[in-house]
């Protein structure tokens, strides 16, 4: 499944309070309506997200349709922009059938990792020249997440809430295993030593008594011990599998035209990924993991203790206020190989972006709110209000002093570090990513070694890329 | 023609005209178009781009796609065979005169009426392979069970057993077969010295065999279009190791996920042209085996 999806489901928007703001932006705009008889031009704009996050939209939504009110007020020549926001689910795929049905909403929120499918799709508008007219500043915001944007020479999307993930540890695991708390591990190696010490199992004794034991225990059999818990595992929660060779110095591409998933980095990378599925046993973990609950969930599997250590991103904070209060957890970098300490700092770090569909009815207006959200004082409120930081390279004291997370600046400090990493932009990324889906699955099952499995996925998938080559050339040609 | 013909006839055709508009519009329309765009490039955001047989020629070498197929008839030969020895055998046991029979048919329609969506996810937790009610079920009797949907050697027979879930529907089309079976044959039957299995084979499946025949074909269709359990239940990768990839759930990802729209057709009329000879071939074979008694 799909992680980024399972990030998404949330509870409902306050439906309230977004009747309320709609109202009384109507009586505003009614009290206005005397002086400026220009109709309000009215855009729609496409969310993805419910819960805080979309509440924190929706403020700066009010605060574009009331300043725009009041410039309609002292100018009477001026239409009023009126952004109205409609969330939908799985945006991502019901946007591109608004698009091709040829009824786009104005203007989309969507993640930076579909950039670049939709932009071969031709379902996006270049927003490159209006950017140029507006005096757009790149130097402002940070070149990584500015590139997720940017595909085939073209500007096709702005970051405007960027994530960034890191290794969380559960501290009371760490001080019940004899380890620090204030000293998570900072090699894999460390990684791989602190695991063995946080996993506890429950032996059955020849006598028929149960004892908790740490460790792997490689000589008791699988009936007679059973997983209580794990210090880490790969899978869990597995949404970044397919980037596991980033954090050993590998990359899934090599420009636009190269696979690379069979690179010596990537295959180190997964047959570390495999060392834990012969540590624990696969039967064993795959009991163990079907214990856990959903997500976002108090049973989460770090939440409840299960997992000691996770690779995770900076929106966990809010599911641990959320599902776990009293949980005394910590972030740190992930960790590398010890023999590249260059790879220090290594994350996937992707972004919320937004996007002006091809044919959307009224781009200029849907730019102008752009334009508006880009500014530092609304990217500050809006990522604020999602519990993330800015895709900015400064960032006012305000900002820090009041966000809720403990570890925002390393989160922010992981988001600019050079060894930062997104998904591949290609448009095969799907087929890739299903692709690679699979390997992880024949990998940590222990079915095929990780080099025979990867070698396997790029003779396919670059046969994949070059099939998606020469469909594009055969439409330029068009 | 009397005018009475013609004002019969123009009512006729009038009241026909809501049902063939949508049979045109979301049926005959979208199986033409399909065939047009298998014959394209088609990413839905751009026009199709005419290419000929280039789809169904990247088919035959997509191991993909023979996987999927194999999968689906795995699937669907499993659910088929399942499915009618346990409808089958329900409504034999159920056409017997026990006390309470009504409650005994209605409970075992019951799950049949549960939407596809909320009996995977019911399934979903009975397959869980640490707190599942079939492994806590095992264990009482000392065995430990397979981590079914996450084990690549279990999951597709772990679907294919859910298939017993849906028995309901044809038990009751089995049932009304059975219902319709003369007494009198079975009172020659047993005149004539026969058993309850000479009698099961010998009177009773000859005499319901054209309702067997619909029931066998009707699911080798459902069975080629397995998607919903294993769309809910595995994921649309088709995990664990594809094992439980079904043909249309590659379909829906190629078609929707990698926007390859002309591929996804020609792989639609594949489906369509391999359901279409498995019916016929059933219907040939079923000139042997079932017997219409009028």
């Known amino acids: 499944m799909n992680g980024r999806q399972t990030r998404g489901r949330r509870p409902p928007a306050g439906a309230v309070a977004r009747v309320t703001a709609t109202l009384s932006l109507a009586v505003l705009v009614g009290c206005s309506g005397a002086e400026n008889k220009q109709a309000p031009r009215h855009i729609t704009y496409w969310e993805k997200w419910t819960g805080f996050e979309g509440e924190a939209m929706d403020a700066v939504i009010d605060d574009f349709n009331a300043g725009e009110v009041a410039r309609a007020k002292a100018d009477s020549s001026y239409a009023p922009i009126e952004v109205e926001k409609v969330t939908i689910s799985n945006v991502e795929q019901k946007l591109l059938i608004a698009i091709a049905g040829g009824n786009p909403p104005d203007l989309a929120g969507n993640y930076s990792f579909y950039v670049a499918a939709y932009a071969d799709g031709g379902a996006l508008m270049d927003l490159g020249p209006m950017l140029a007219k507006a005096g757009f500043d790149r130097s402002a915001y940070i070149e990584h997440y500015l ?8 500007t096709w999307a702005v970051p405007i809430v960027p994530a960034s ?106 047959d570390w990924v495999a060392s834990f599925s012969k540590n624990l046993g696969i039967g064993v973990t795959k009991r163990f993991r079907s214990g856990f609950g959903n997500f976002a969930s108090p049973q989460n599997a770090f939440l409840s203790g299960k997992v000691a250590m996770v690779l995770q991103g900076v929106w966990m904070h809010n599911f641990i206020e959320k599902y776990a209060p ?30 002006i569909p091809k044919d959307s009815p009224h781009p200029e207006e849907a730019f102008a709110f752009i334009e508006y959200v880009l500014q530092p004082k609304v990217l500050e409120k809006l990522c604020l209000g999602q519990q993330k930081f800015t895709p900015l390279k400064t960032v006012s004291e305000e900002f820090w002093r009041v966000h809720p997370n403990p570890y925002i600046r390393l989160f922010r400090e992981l988001g600019m570090s050079k060894n930062a990493f997104s998904i591949p932009q290609t448009g095969i990324w799907n087929e890739y990513n299903r692709e690679l889906g699979n390997a992880v699955d024949l990998i940590q099952n222990l079915t095929q070694p990780p080099a025979v499995v990867l070698k396997e996925v790029q003779t396919k998938m670059q046969a994949a890329l070059d099939r998606n080559r020469r469909i594009l050339a055969r439409r330029d040609a068009k | 023609m009397s005018s009475l013909d013609s004002v019969n006839r123009r009512n006729g055709l009038l009241f026909c005209l809501p049902w063939l508009i949508g049979l045109a519009i979301f049926l005959i329309y979208p199986l033409i178009a399909a065939l047009y765009y298998s014959l394209c490039d088609y990413s839905v955001l751009l026009p199709p781009v005419f290419i000929g047989l280039d789809n169904y020629a990247d088919l035959i070498s ?20 399942l499915g009618t020895v346990v409808s089958l055998t329900l409504a034999l046991l159920l056409n017997s005169k026990v006390k309470g029979l009504g409650i005994y048919r209605t409970l075992f329609f019951l799950p049949s009426l549960m939407p596809i969506v909320a009996g995977s996810i019911l399934w979903l937790w009975m397959y869980n392979g640490q707190s599942g009610i079939i492994n806590t079920g095992l264990r009482h009797l000392g065995i430990t069970g397979p981590a079914w949907l996450a084990d690549p050697s279990w999951a597709k027979s772990a679907i294919v057993l859910m298939a017993v879930w849906g028995a309901g529907n044809a038990m009751v089309v089995y049932l009304a077969g059975l219902q319709d079976v003369p007494t009198s044959l079975y009172e020659a039957a047993i005149i004539d010295g026969a058993g309850f299995f000479q009698r099961l084979f010998n009177v009773t499946i000859p005499m319901i065999s054209p309702v067997i025949y619909f029931n066998v074909v009707l699911s080798i269709i459902a069975g080629f279009q397995a998607f919903t359990q294993a769309f809910i239940m595995t994921g649309s990768t088709g995990a664990p190791e594809r094992s439980t990839l079904f043909y249309v759930l590659n379909l829906y990802n190629v078609g929707f996920q990698d926007l390859r729209m002309g591929y996804a057709s020609a792989m639609a009329w594949v489906l369509f042209i391999v359901i279409l000879v498995l019916t016929f071939a059933a219907t040939k074979l079923s000139k042997r085996w079932v017997t219409y008694d009028r």
């Open chain 2, 62 to 81: 997509d191991p993909l796609f023979w996987k999927s197929l194999y999968n689906t008839a795995y699937y669907a030969a499993g659910s088929v065979v």
């Open chain 1, 165 to 270: 993930i890191a290794l969380l540890t559960n501290k009371r695991l760490f001080r019940e295993a004899g380890l620090d708390p204030e000293h998570p591990p900072t090699t894999i190696e460390e990684l791989d030593a602190f695991a063995a010490k946080l996993t506890k199992w429950e032996v059955t004794l020849p006598n028929g008594e149960k004892s908790i034991q740490v460790g792997y225990l490689p000589g008791v059999p699988d009936q007679k011990k059973r997983l209580i818990q794990a210090g880490f595992l790969p899978g869990e929660p597995g949404w970044w599998s397919y980037g596991w060779g980033y954090f050993f110095g590998g990359n899934l591409v090599d420009g636009p035209d190269k696979i690379t998933a069979a690179d010596p980095a990537n295959v180190a990378a997964f």
């Open chain 1, 147 to 154: 590139k997720l944007g940017e595909y085939r020479n073209k």
């Open chain 1, 326 to 355: 009293g949980l005394e957890w910590g972030a740190a970098p992930f960790p590398y190989p010890a023999a590249h300490p260059e790879l220090a700092l290594t994350t996937s770090a992707d972004a919320d972006v937004l996007i």
